[in-house]
């Protein structure tokens, strides 16, 4: 927790404006303190003593004057165990828990812990005392549903290190030691089997990024013959409302021969992220026999949800599959709609008062769609295992016109275009 603290001196929609003392940095979180209630919110300008936070909450009632606390920590996501299955909100927050804790009504500023810290997972020590490690190694393996979770030195860990002490096999909780490790300059660190890791920075503890070669085998006969989707590559579907998008994503969610399974409904209705949560759960995988929910994180961010998490979404589900990979598994990541979360950054900006690109998007729309697609891939990890990110984002262009910024900047960088019609 960094001691820079602020005073909220103009608040325009989900954007606040905080004259602070400190040292306060880009992307940095922070929240604004609204009576008892803690909203939570990133830094995404600062200009002299001045920042612009946009919070991931509603802002009614906030007021001039109200304090803002900063953590000096950028917004991160929690790493570990116990992922898979869960249902997510934009920044993480289990969403059964929530209602549980908040009924049917999400209330403001209600965070939740990402990972369930009860669960006991059946530790199986992969390394030895004295062995030397580096970021992404593996100290050993729990089962989680048909995988085995590896659990790796953090990837915030850039030095080399010695293991001093690595716990017995056994059952531990999640925030429970696991091993300790000593670096370079005798500094002994103690891991627990989570760590986190920011959401806008990508995963990079591998030893080398592979071209994709083969393809991803989606079972929809049409796309594997015509135009098959690379492994690790990226692809997007373009359609006017109601052509058959979301339906084509779910179909491939269910059939597609991957590993892990990973949905982001961002700003989708309500109605149809229902639909997902209903039938998930009930649905077989023909692979393993046991509900499809096992091999699967949903992340969802429907309309009716503050828009800034939106952005935070489609981030968490990317990292999310980044860390899975690193597992030498095959992760597809699909995105429901790209097109609300561009919308997204183009309510952001217009409040932060940029000079607007193409129909009012920002002038960098295709730099940060560019950014989160290149992050698919196929790599080689350290040891030798291959893993690999396959992102799948609809589009929605209004009125199914495909010569609109988002679909444009889209199509520059994905491999294969399923396109849409209404006919
Ligand atoms: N292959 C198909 N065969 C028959 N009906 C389909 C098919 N695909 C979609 N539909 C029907 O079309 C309707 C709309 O589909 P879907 O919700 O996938 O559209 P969408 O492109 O995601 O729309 P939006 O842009 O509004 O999200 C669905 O209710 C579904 O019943
Ligand atoms: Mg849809």
């Known amino acids: 927790m960094s001691d820079s603290t602020g005073k909220v001196v103009g608040v325009n929609g989900n954007m606040v404006s905080v004259a602070f003392e400190g040292n306060v940095s880009l992307n940095e979180v922070g929240y604004v303190l609204l009576d008892e209630k803690r909203l939570k919110s990133e830094v995404i300008r600062i200009k002299g003593k001045k920042a612009e936070l946009q919070v991931f909450e509603m802002t009614r009632g906030i007021g001039i004057g109200d304090k803002v606390e900063f953590t ?6 929690e790493l570990g165990p116990g992922l898979l299955g869960q249902i997510y909100d934009g920044l993480q927050n289990p969403l059964p828990q929530l209602a549980e804790k908040c009924g049917f009504f999400l209330d403001r500023g209600v965070y939740l812990s990402a990972l369930n810290e009860n669960t006991l997972w059946e530790f199986t020590p992969g390394a030895r005392v004295g ?24 990837f915030n860990l850039y030095d080399i290190y010695k293991i001093k002490s690595i716990a017995e096999a056994g059952k531990y909780k999640v925030k429970d030691t696991i091993a300790e490790i000593e670096d370079s300059e005798g500094k002994v660190i103690s891991l627990t089997m ?21 393809p991803l085998v989606s079972r929809y006969r049409i796309i594997d013959t015509f135009i098959p989707v690379a492994r690790g590559g990226c692809y997007c579907i373009p359609g006017p409302f ?35 949560l209903r039938e998930f759960p009930e649905l077989i995988d023909p692979r393993t ?6 091999r699967t994180i949903i992340i969802c961010n429907t309309s009716s949800m503050p828009v800034a998490a939106r952005d935070a979404s489609v981030y968490t589900a990317v ?46 729309l ?56 209404r006919e």
């Open 242 to 276: 109601g052509a058959g998008k979301t339906v084509l994503q779910q179909n491939t969610s269910r059939n597609a021969e991957v590993d892990i399974v990973i949905i982001a409904a961002c700003g989708e209705r309500a109605g149809e992220v229902v639909e997902t």
């Open 194 to 214: 989570t760590f986190q890791w920011p959401v806008k920075r990508p995963i990079n503890a591998y030893a080398e990024r592979l071209k994709p070669g083969e």
């Open 366 to 421: 295709e730099s940060v769609i560019a950014s989160f697609y290149e992050r698919a891939g196929i790599v080689k990890l350290n040891d030798g295992r291959i893993g690999s990110v396959t992102i799948g984002g609809t589009v929605s262009p209004a009125g199914g016109n495909f010569e609109e910024p988002v679909t444009q900047a889209t199509l520059k960088v994905v491999g294969a275009f399923h396109g849409l019609s």
């Open 289 to 294: 026999g046991k509900t499809l929910m096992e």
């Open 131 to 154: 062995d030397t490690v580096k970021r992404a190694d593996s100290l050993g393996t729990v089962p989680e549903g048909i995988f085995k979770h590896q659990i790796m030195v953090p």
């Open 72 to 77: 000096s920590e950028l917004l991160a996501v």
């Open 319 to 364: 990292t999310l599959a980044e860390y899975y990979r690193q597992m030498g598994l095959d992760i597809l990541l699909l995105a429901d709609s790209t097109s609300r979360w561009a919308q997204a950054m183009r309510e952001m900006s217009g409040r932060l008062e940029e000079i607007p690109g193409e129909e009012a998007f920002p002038a960098y």
